[in-house]
């Protein structure tokens, strides 16, 4: 298996833009997670979906923040408008709900700068 | 709510053993893990243990679980310069949704 994919692996844009990161979960897996790390706050749940249903989306900063999961193999996280604070690394993270041990396999993030 | 918490920086000469310590607060989590990240790269699972048990050694690894102080610890033996990393303590969020909380991380140096 690849892993979980995400793309870009960098990501540079400038304020007001609209930035969308993607994530490929492993295959199989029916949980999928986005975190977001700074050195600030370390790393952060945005949002996670199971079945490709938001369960909780407390963790997403503001309504520039949205994410969907339209199938079991592809889910994006969309900022609209950016803003320099949002100027982290975005790892996704995939996993197999409902057995004993939720083992979370991360891709290797993705790495925005706003200007 | 849940917390869990770790030191944020250890150094130790090559060769020697590192402990790394967390506390966590949930004492209903099934799983506390830890996952090592290195420079530019995702988080990797390293090992975990069962809350049920008090010790898991795994080669160089070993994982020391205080449940009674909700204490949990990674020694790491012989540390050699590709340990270099960053180490991060989770614990299964309550009702075993899949959600891990994470520690903020401790920063492991070691030195030749």
């Known amino acids: 298996d690849a892993g979980v994919i995400q793309s870009p692996r960098h990501e540079v844009t400038e304020m007001g833009q609209e930035v969308t990161l993607r994530c490929k979960p492993i295959?199989?897996?029916?949980?999928l997670f986005w975190y977001r790390q700074t050195m600030m706050r370390g790393l952060e749940l945005l949002i996670y979906?199971?079945?490709?249903?938001?369960?909780?989306d407390s963790g997403m900063p503001e309504d520039r923040f949205s994410a969907k999961m339209p199938n079991a193999s592809f889910s994006t996280l969309k900022i609209q408008p950016s803003e320099p604070r949002d100027s982290a690394v975005y790892f996704c993270?995939?996993?197999?709900?409902?057995?004993?041990?939720?083992?979370?396999?991360f891709g290797s993030g993705t790495q925005l700068s706003v200007l | 709510g849940e917390d869990v918490e770790q030191s944020l920086f250890l150094s130790v000469r090559e060769g020697d053993s590192s402990v790394i310590n967390c506390t966590y607060t949930?004492?209903?989590?099934?799983?506390l893990y830890w996952y090592k990240q290195e420079p530019g790269a995702g988080l990797q699972l390293l090992t975990y243990?069962?809350?049920?048990?008090d010790m898991k050694q795994d080669q160089r690894l070993t994982v020391l679980l205080n449940k009674k102080d909700k204490h949990l610890s990674l020694r790491i033996a012989d540390t050699q310069t590709g340990d270099s990393a960053i180490y991060f303590c989770a614990e299964s969020f309550s009702g075993n949704t899949g959600k891990l909380i994470f520690g903020q991380g401790t920063t492991l140096q070691v030195k030749p």
């Open positions: 979906f199971n079945n490709n249903v938001p369960i909780d």
């Open positions: 993270a995939s996993t197999m709900w409902g057995t004993t041990n939720e083992k979370l396999f």
């Open positions: 243990i069962f809350s049920n048990m």
């Open positions: 949930d004492s209903s989590s099934t799983y």
């Open positions: 295959s199989g897996h029916n949980s």
